[in-house]
């Protein structure tokens, strides 16, 4: 991307997207994540309502009555991005591509972030880690951020979760939000990854998908490719049978993909490259903020 058009397309991101967080979304970020980075502060005796779960059992052993571990929220919280670069993000039949959806989505987040005074770093992937920006504070680093975003050029097209998550548990030491955005099509199973990982830090799954992904048209006979394997098949849409086993085979995986988050409990919203990501965004913060 020659530099005057990626400049021109930072600019448009970073007006859109700031908007958006400073706008909109407001005090909905740091509601829905607050609490997620803390501090231990003291002990005290457990009262009636507590959550058990903050019991201290070697001190409640020690005195041979309930005690709680205190907490107190950090200052800062470090927000790390895992952003899918595989080739499958550059298809999309709306509006816009599944890459630009999460460039944009990416975009607000790293606004939001430093809004609340939040470090905020960057995990691009496919089967391979292909950048890692390490978290810091500023609007110099989120225009980096979104540079990288637009212009980054990944050297390999397949998709591994496992390998990107167990760099995440690895690489951030101290607990951090870490949203993790992707389409989540990976043949391979990496719901362990994302239980280990959801333990260690407070995990969100964005997926993005586009509505032709689940559904396919009557056109006739259509070439379909792998972005990420670059296999070819040629497919009958104009048979009813091949549009319904296909749809069946697609509705299966979300299906796997959900039965994924579900497992290992991480936060999750699926968002179709038609439609509004701020409403999914927002359903998200509030279903969070809901379940405090």
């Known amino acids: 991307m020659e530099t005057s058009e990626l400049l021109k397309k930072v600019r448009q991101i970073e007006i859109k997207t700031r908007g958006l967080s400073r706008n909109i979304f407001a005090g909905q970020y740091h509601s829905a994540f607050k609490g997620r980075g803390m ?52 298809f999309g039949t709306q509006n816009a591509t599944k890459r630009d959806i999460i460039t944009e989505i990416a975009a607000t987040l790293s606004f939001s972030a430093i809004q609340n005074n939040d470090k905020i770093g960057v995990i691009f992937f496919t089967n391979k880690i292909e950048k890692f920006i390490p978290p810091k504070k500023g609007k110099k680093h989120i225009l980096y951020i979104i540079r990288e975003l637009l212009d980054f050029q990944p050297t390999h097209t397949q998709t591994d979760l496992t390998m990107a998550l167990k760099f995440l548990t690895n690489a951030i030491k101290k607990r951090c939000t870490a949203f993790l955005i992707s389409d989540f099509l990976d043949v391979f199973d990496y719901q362990n990854a994302l239980t280990i990982a959801n333990r260690k830090h407070d995990l969100v799954a964005l997926q993005i998908y586009d509505k032709l992904e689940v559904e396919l048209p009557s056109v006739g006979l259509m070439k379909m490719v792998d972005a990420e394997t670059q296999e070819e098949t040629w497919i009958d849409t104009s048979s009813k049978k091949v549009r319904e086993r296909y749809n069946r085979y697609y509705q299966k995986m979300l299906f796997e993909v959900q039965q994924s988050f579900t497992k290992s409990r991480v936060d999750n919203v699926s968002m179709s490259t038609d439609q509004d990501y701020v409403k999914g965004l927002l359903a998200l913060f509030q279903k969070r903020n809901y379940m405090r």
């Open 39 to 90: 501090a231990f502060s003291e002990v005290r005796e457990y009262n009636y309502g507590d959550d058990i779960r903050d019991i201290d059992w070697n001190v409640t052993a020690r005195y041979n009555k309930p005690f709680i571990k205190i907490f107190e929220e950090e200052r800062e919280m470090t927000v790390m991005l895992l952003v899918d670069v595989s080739g499958s993000l550059d």
